[in-house]
T-cell receptor, first 111, second 112 residues
């Protein structure tokens, strides 16, 4: 079946390290991808998005990479801080439709 | 600019009771959504409204109804609550269906 999934359910890093969170998608028709951050007890917060006509997009301390050949999406966080500790979700949009969310991966940042 | 607001924040219901979850957005967005989030699972779409006056079923619509009251407000109703509906409910809105969604703080619902 079609799905959006994550390779690692939990990622532990040290403060100051760079973090990479991965996501696989299976529908080649997906043309829009989003990363969300969810802190405990809060709603998901938009981080960054990328459309399928791009390979890379950068934000403030975050970079999203899209590899359409292997249907892989990654979120890179530079100089990870304790405040980055949260669950990160990727989501895909298949045409003019609704988002499908992955199950999420937890990022734990140690001081 | 409050973004997406939801009421109530917490609710406890007995099996068979009904209630309505309220959601409002002040971003002039066309599309609005209701999700549920269960432990260890991602967000699952219950219903959405692509534009004012339209509503459509998502992945898990059974046991729920929705009303798009106007462009700002989108409510979710549980007619006869069941323990399986214990969850955290999130409302979201987006400019259009293929743009990023902005989420509210959630409603934590427990059905006993």
């Amino acid at each position: 079946g079609e799905s959006v999934g994550l390779h690692l359910p939990t990622l532990s890093v040290q403060e100051g390290d760079n973090s990479i969170i991965n996501c696989a998608y299976s529908n080649s028709a997906s043309d829009y991808f989003i990363w969300y951050k969810q802190e405990s007890g809060k709603g998901p917060q938009f981080i960054i998005d990328i459309r399928s006509n791009m390979d890379k997009r950068q934000g403030q301390r975050v970079t999203v990479l899209l590899n359409k050949t292997v249907k892989h999406l990654s979120l890179q966080i530079a100089a990870t801080q304790p405040g980055d500790s949260a669950v990160y979700f990727c989501a895909e949009n298949r045409g003019y439709s609704t988002l499908t969310f992955g199950k999420g991966t937890m990022l734990l940042v140690s001081p | 600019n409050a973004g997406v607001t939801q009421t109530p924040k917490f609710q406890v219901l007995k099996t068979g009771q009904s209630m309505t979850l309220q959601c409002a957005q002040d971003m002039n967005h066309n599309s609005m959504y209701w999700y549920r989030q269960d432990p260890g699972m991602g967000l699952r779409l219950i219903y959405y409204s692509a534009s004012e006056g339209t509503t459509d079923k998502g992945e898990v619509p059974n046991g729920y109804n929705v009303s798009r009251l106007n462009k700002r407000e989108f409510s979710l109703r549980l007619e006869s609550a069941a323990p399986s509906q214990t969850s955290v409910y999130f409302c979201a809105s987006s400019r259009d269906r293929d743009y990023e969604q902005y989420f509210g703080p959630g409603t934590r619902l427990t059905v006993t």
